[in-house]
C-alpha cells in the first residue's frame, strides 16, 4: 500500500467528505490507497466504495471506558505493521498523535498530519485526556515524529513558524479548492 487516510469516522465534517472523495475519485496509477477509520458511525458512511481497503480499528482494538485514544495507538501499531503503507495522512489532531506515539515503535512510513485551523487560537478547545495531551505534547510529537504538516491556509502556517517553532519547509499549505 502506499497511501493510507487516517480519519476518526464519518461523521458530517468537511474533511470527512474531502477525504472520502479523495479516496473515491482516486487514480489508481498513482498507487495504492487505503482507508482507516474508528467505526462506521455517521452519515458518510454511505459513500464508502469498495475500489479500496477500509480498515475499522474498533473491530480489532475495541476501545474501553475512557481509554479511546489508547486503543486507538495500538490499533494503528498492528495495521501499520500489517498493512505496510509507505505514507499515512493523519486527517486530524487525535489521529496525527496516535500515529506519532506509534512512530516511536515502528518508523517504516512516512507521516504526513493535518491541521485544520489556528492552533494558538484553538488549542483550548479540546477537553479532557486528550484536550491535556495536545496542548502539552503536540508541538513536540509533531517536531520529532511528523514528516510533513498540511493546513488548509497560510494564516495557520503562520501561526505554527511563529508561534509554535516549526520549520516553514516543513509545513505545506493545501488550499480548499471550493
Known amino acids: 500500500m502506499d497511501i493510507l487516510f487516517a480519519m476518526n469516522n464519518f461523521h458530517e465534517l468537511g474533511i470527512q467528505k474531502v477525504i472520502l472523495t479523495l479516496c473515491n475519485s482516486w487514480?489508481?496509477?498513482?498507487?495504492?490507497?487505503?482507508?482507516?477509520?474508528?467505526?462506521?458511525?455517521?452519515?458518510?458512511?454511505?459513500?464508502?466504495?469498495?475500489?479500496?481497503?477500509?480498515?475499522?480499528?474498533?473491530?480489532?482494538?475495541?476501545?474501553?471506558?475512557?481509554?479511546?485514544?489508547?486503543?486507538?495507538?495500538?490499533?494503528?501499531?498492528?495495521?501499520?505493521?500489517?498493512?505496510?503503507?509507505?505514507?499515512?495522512?493523519?486527517?486530524?489532531?487525535?489521529e496525527a498523535l496516535s500515529l506519532c506515539i506509534v512512530k516511536r515503535f515502528y518508523k517504516n512510513f512516512r507521516l504526513i498530519v493535518c491541521e485544520h485551523c489556528n492552533i494558538t487560537e484553538s488549542i483550548g478547545d479540546y477537553s479532557g485526556w486528550f484536550g491535556w495531551y495536545y496542548r502539552h505534547f503536540f508541538q513536540r510529537e509533531y517536531q520529532k515524529y511528523a514528516d510533513r504538516i498540511h493546513t488548509v491556509s497560510e494564516e495557520s502556517k503562520d501561526d505554527m513558524v511563529q508561534n509554535w517553532g516549526f520549520p516553514a519547509q516543513k509545513i505545506k499549505v493545501i488550499y480548499n479548492p471550493a
Open 27 to 94: 487514480n489508481r496509477s498513482l498507487g495504492e490507497i487505503g482507508l482507516s477509520v474508528h467505526n462506521r458511525e455517521g452519515k458518510f458512511d454511505k459513500y464508502v466504495q469498495d475500489t479500496y481497503p477500509l480498515f475499522i480499528l474498533d473491530t480489532a482494538f475495541a476501545p474501553r471506558l475512557k481509554f479511546h485514544f489508547i486503543a486507538r495507538t495500538i490499533g494503528y501499531y498492528h495495521l501499520l505493521k500489517r498493512a505496510k503503507p509507505k505514507k499515512v495522512i493523519a486527517v486530524n489532531q487525535a
